[in-house]
């Protein structure tokens, strides 16, 4: 870490930036509000782990289908208006959702629907947002612009599951109604975004064009920093258990699960913070690798732990090392991109992190279903840090990285 960037440099005070942050944040804001609702409903009516596996699993299924369209769409048109079609499709979502618990008719069933929806919805809007970024500040920029928004985005997760384990309390249809009006917000918000450089592709539509964001992350370094995460977090996210341990391992109700899920973005807020004022500026490849194997051992702390205090703890660390990889891997997949590629190179990354988290949730919870919650975490953490050690020797490309610009 070098000297902080001057106040004159604060990303802050570059147009458009604000409303691109508060579109991403308020459009957290509403998924993680009933994400909690959701959750909660699900495992209170089948107490089981293979329900809460089939959340994550439903809204993985369209990320898969929809990826290679995603990019094509995101570099032929405006991305600002795809957010938009994106947030209003989710803020519908919503409300239905919201009038089917007020008639008392929402079943998981009709959960497992919703989640697919808002999953393809999410399909277009990740990748399109993230493509949208660089368009919005200098390159110079954009490593403290992906930092200081991934800040407010875990804000949003801190904030998010608190209010829906909250409204929750005062009533089920209120996180949904809540979560409608801020997916309306992002859209007034993202429509509202001043861009810098505008640039579409007008290339012909062909199968090559489709699939050119694969080709393009073959490279040693871009491989090896999207896998990385995808393999470390399919076999080391917990996520998807944690009503279990809030329930049956901690004692502790819907305030503790709510407390649960925000600890991760507690400590991923702290970090997003002390990196976006002190920028990673050498081997970031070796501080890449370590902070994902601080995040295997965390998952394992977690995962044999009695305690909420030492839970929270643990998900702390869980946060806040899991920061430090995904502001240095957004920074280098942004920076090694062309615009023109930008949508379909970040719908491949966004299919990888939907995988490492909605599929690692599936897979959690399946395992769970057979060798119990605790096990299950341990082995995710075991198996975190293995994944550390072997990408280490077959991308050895990836530990010379030194700084963010390749």
């Known amino acids: 870490m070098d000297q902080p960037l001057p106040v004159r440099e604060s990303v802050l005070r570059h147009p458009g930036y604000l409303n691109f942050a508060a579109s991403r944040v308020f459009s957290s804001l509403g998924f993680q509000s009933i994400a909690i609702a959701m ?22 299924l369209p990320m898969v289908f929809l990826t290679f369209i995603v990019g094509d769409v995101a570099d032929r048109f405006d991305r600002r208006r795809i957010g938009l079609a994106c947030q209003l499709v989710e803020a519908v979502t919503v409300l239905v959702l919201g009038i089917a ?20 919805a999410q399909a277009f809007e990740r990748p399109t ?94 491989l090896g920093t999207i896998s990385l995460d995808l393999f470390a977090v399919l076999l080391g996210g917990a996520t998807a258990l944690l009503p279990i341990f809030a329930s049956d391992i901690l004692q502790a109700g819907p305030w503790g699960l709510g407390l649960l899920r925000a600890a991760p973005a507690v400590g991923a807020l702290g970090m997003s913070i002390v990196l976006a004022r002190w920028p990673i500026q050498d081997n970031v490849g070796r501080k890449m690798f370590l902070s994902v194997g601080v995040f295997g051992l965390a998952t394992i702390v977690f995962a044999i732990s009695t305690s909420i205090a030492l839970s929270v703890l643990a998900l702390l660390i869980v946060g806040a090392s899991d920061a430090v990889s995904v502001v240095i891997r957004s920074s280098l997949v942004q920076l090694l991109t062309p615009d023109a590629m930008r949508g379909r190179v970040n719908a491949v990354n966004s299919l990888f992190i939907g995988t490492s988290n909605q599929l690692g949730e599936f897979e959690s919870g399946m395992l769970a279903g057979f060798v119990g919650p605790v096990t299950t975490g341990v082995i995710g953490g075991l198996g975190t840090i293995t994944v550390v050690l072997l990408w280490m020797r077959l991308f050895p490309d990836l530990t010379k990285v030194k700084t963010l610009s390749g």
């Open 39 to 60: 959750g909660w409903m699900v495992y209170d009516q089948t107490k089981s782990a293979f329900a809460l596996g089939l959340v994550g699993l439903f809204q993985f």
């Open 101 to 120: 618990v007020w008639y008392n008719v929402l079943h998981p069933v009709g959960i497992f629907c919703a989640v697919a929806v808002l999953g393809a």
């Open 129 to 222: 947002m993230a493509s949208l970024l660089p368009n919005i500040v200098p390159p110079s920029l954009l490593q403290q612009a992906i930092a200081t928004s991934t800040s407010m985005m875990q804000t949003a997760l801190i904030v998010g599951p608190s209010l829906g384990g909250l409204l929750y309390g005062i009533g089920p249809v209120v996180p949904f109604m809540v979560s409608t009006v801020l997916f309306a917000i992002a859209s007034i918000n993202v429509i509202s975004i001043r861009m810098e450089r505008k640039v579409a592709s007008r290339e012909p539509v062909t199968l090559a064009s489709v699939f050119a964001g694969v080709s393009f992350i073959r490279s040693p370094v871009m």
